[in-house]
């Protein structure tokens, strides 16, 4: 069965610290990658999303993520985080292929103190 | 203003009656998913609609019933509620079922079984 691994439960930062959380899922096939947002007391907002072309996207906030296929991961990135980034973050796969439904990670929780 | 409404947005709820959540869109959207939110557990999908008329089982659907009869509204029953439905609910959307996966959510019911 199809799967997605986020590495991270919990990770603690400081203001300005570079951030990169952890993706891969497993499904051999083409896949559509996103990366979603739960900020607290809210529900989930898209962040970023990569269907094809240049592996590496950029989302809002300045957020971004690489596609690397032959690792099967799509990592997310910001250069300098800030403290309103505090909140949960979903990666999600949907294989391409007609009657699978989106797959997600456990979730990872960001925590960055000002 | 567009979007997915969910209700009620939180309930608390003796073990054994019987709940609808219910869920409705204005964006025309045809497929309708509903998920449940855990501690430590992601976003697991419970029952999914591609149409109206048609539904499916998701990777937890044992306890839930759901019904398709519009393209607008997606009601998720529990017919006999247990402690372990305890969670949050999401309902979310996409333009089309098949290959392109970008959901959009509602804003959530959370949900409490004594």
């Known amino acids: 069965a199809q799967s997605v691994s986020q590495h991270n439960h919990h990770v603690i930062l400081s203001e300005a610290a570079s951030l990169e959380l952890g993706c891969n899922y497993s499904?051999?096939?083409?896949?559509?990658l996103f990366w979603y947002v739960q900020y607290p007391g809210q529900h989930l907002q898209l962040l970023l999303k990569?269907?094809?072309?240049?592996?590496l996207v950029k989302g809002i906030k300045g957020f971004e993520a690489e596609f690397i296929k032959s690792k099967f991961s799509f990592n997310l990135r910001k250069p300098s985080v800030q403290w309103s980034d505090t909140a949960e973050y979903f990666c999600?796969?949907?294989?391409?292929?007609?009657?699978?439904?989106?797959?997600f990670g456990k979730g990872t929780t960001l925590s960055v103190s000002s | 203003i567009a979007g997915i409404t969910q209700a009620p947005t939180s309930q608390i709820l003796a073990a054994g009656r019987r709940m609808t959540l219910r869920c409705t869109q204005d964006?025309?959207?045809?497929?309708m998913y509903w998920y449940r939110q855990d501690l430590g557990l992601g976003l697991r999908l419970i029952h999914y609609s591609n149409t109206a008329g048609t539904t499916g089982k998701g990777e937890v659907p044992d306890g839930y019933s759901v019904s398709r009869a519009n393209t607008d509204d997606f009601p998720l029953t529990l017919a006999s509620a247990v402690p372990s439905q305890t969670s949050v609910y999401f309902c979310a959307t996409s333009p089309e079922e098949g290959v392109v996966g970008e959901l959009f959510f509602g804003e959530g019911s959370r949900l409490t079984v004594l």
């Open positions: 964006m025309r959207h045809n497929a």
């Open positions: 999600a796969v949907k294989p391409n292929q007609a009657g699978t439904a989106l797959i």
């Open positions: 499904y051999g096939g083409t896949v559509n």
């Open positions: 990569y269907f094809s072309g240049d592996p």
